[in-house]
């Protein structure tokens, strides 16, 4: 499996809801990313985990909540978003300095 | 503070010709650096990338060259093929390995004529 496999593919939540996205990879890769990319930009950092733990926030707003459960999952909990938040969401993951990313998650607030 | 500049926002080439793609830096500390292709509405693939302590690494269709005393790398397409048509962005991280930081550029779009 040489992969990042993201769920869902698209998501449309109002600004009161709560959900999550879904990353994974068998790659055997410690290193596992959260990026948030606008259209016509490049992509954003938003989370680091090294070794399932949290390495780097990039001072992300805390209606995103990310989780990583095990070496191979990484959740994003999104509540409480924005219309300004609505964005492809990117998973990423790396065991040297490549890193591989998903296909995304289309997310829309309305 | 653009730390990875890609200053051109297109490309136009002919099938068969060269591409080739520019990326500057100003963080000294970058040490490694990768291009990555992407799709409208897919997540970034992973094209080819190079250490700081080389000045070329070659995969198949794809070269990429880097002048450190510049801060200036580029991509390389031979011979360009209309799949290729795509947005391509270079990246560059510090004191590299798992879980380091990518800083990107803005991207440039390239397309190839038939």
Known sequence: ???VTQTPKHLV???????????????????MYWYKQKAKKPPELMF?????????????PSRFSPECPNS??????????QPEDSALY????????????????????? | DQQVKQNSPSLSVQEGRIS????????????????????????????ISISSIKDKNEDGRFTVFLNKSAKHLSL??????????????????????ANSKLTFGKGITLSVRP
């Open chain 1, 1 to 3: 499996d040489t992969e």
């Open chain 1, 13 to 31: 939540m109002g600004m009161t809801n709560k959900k999550s996205l879904k990353c994974e990879q068998h790659m055997g890769h410690r290193a």
């Open chain 1, 48 to 60: 680091v985990y090294s070794y399932e733990k949290l390495s780097i926030n990039e001072s992300v």
């Open chain 1, 72 to 81: 191979s999952l990484l959740n994003l909990h999104l509540h409480a978003l």
């Open chain 1, 90 to 110: 990117l998973c990423a993951s790396s065991l040297y300095n490549e890193q591989f990313f998903g296909p995304g998650t289309r997310l829309t607030v309305l």
């Open chain 2, 20 to 47: 080739i793609l520019n990326c500057d830096y100003t963080n000294s500390m970058f040490d490694y650096f990768l291009w990555y292709k992407k799709y409208p509405a897919e997540g970034p693939t992973f094209l």
């Open chain 2, 76 to 97: 390389h397409i031979v011979p360009s093929q209309p799949g290729d048509s795509a947005v391509y962005f270079c990246a560059a991280s510090a004191a590299g390995g």
